[in-house]
């Protein structure tokens, strides 16, 4: 990795930093580790991130938790809220789940909305914490309110099943609506149910398709199963469509697909 100085790090301007993040993987990597040495809160934080997605460095999880843990200590949100992933999913440490919920309940009160989010979402499931969808909904509102597209999703959810509130579908149509138009896979696909549930089938394709293009592989095959299962011909036709571009795509992307990491804040 290219050696950066103290110097160069003292002397570099806000632009030529901003040019060189943007630039080669590796250049970055080796400026934020620089950064991340010298002690600057931020780049331990973003050096911990570039770890774990195998951003112009070697992956390593292993060291990707210790900078996390490192910025987590001295109140960095985002720090917080990936130590919490490291414990939930067992990324560089050993899983479990209350530590998990405790860094994110830390990174939700730091005001941090992927932290909400994933503090909520433990509540809602009671995964590492008794149960409380309660607390949940409010936690998803106030990341709703920061502009958070996948609570937007949730909340959808809790008034479409009647969860902490009365069912009312209208008021789950425009929670999906507004994380589908935020660019939330999961939203896409549930505004598209319940447009297709309204007879608006054309609508609802526009949003299925959309979906493969953020969805995990898990998700877009359970939304496949679920297409093919519809009485809607359309609906069947595009689970065909799904498994041709699937099988035709898969040999030309297995190599980069080792590579890709599901997002990691959520």
């Given at each position: 990795m290219e050696q950066?100085?103290?110097?160069?790090?003292?002397s570099v301007s806000h632009d030529e930093l901003a040019a060189i993040l943007a630039g080669p993987p590796a250049q970055a990597a080796a400026w934020v580790a620089a950064a991340a040495h010298n002690g600057i809160l931020e780049a331990q934080a973003v050096y911990g991130q570039y770890l774990l997605d195998g951003h112009g460095v070697a992956r390593d999880a292993g060291e990707a938790f210790t900078w996390f843990t490192h910025a987590a200590r001295r109140d960095h949100p985002m720090a917080m809220n990936m130590l919490g992933r490291c414990y939930e999913h067992g990324w560089g440490t050993a899983a479990c789940a209350p530590v998990a919920v405790y860094w994110y309940r830390l990174a939700a009160r730091a005001g941090l909305d992927w932290g909400m989010y994933n503090y909520a979402s433990a509540l809602t499931l009671g995964h590492g914490v008794e149960a409380d969808r309660a607390q949940a909904l409010q936690w998803f509102q106030r990341a709703a309110e920061l502009g958070h597209v996948k609570s937007l999703n949730f909340i959808g959810s809790f008034y479409e099943d009647g969860w902490e509130v009365d069912a009312d579908a209208s008021i789950a149509f425009d929670y999906y609506r507004r994380a589908a138009e935020g660019?939330?896979?999961?939203?896409?696909?549930?505004y598209a149910r319940l447009l297709a549930a309204r007879g608006e089938i054309e609508s609802a394709l526009h949003w299925l398709r959309r979906v493969p293009q953020t969805g995990t592989a898990a998700f877009v095959a359970k939304m496949r199963t679920w297409l093919a299962a519809s009485p809607v011909k359309a609906f069947q036709a595009l689970a065909d469509d799904f498994n041709t571009e699937s099988h035709a795509g898969s040999l030309a992307t297995f190599a980069t697909t080792m590579n890709l990491t599901r997002e990691s804040r959520a």
């Open positions: 950066v100085s103290v110097k160069a790090l003292a660019g939330d896979f999961r939203g896409q696909f549930n």
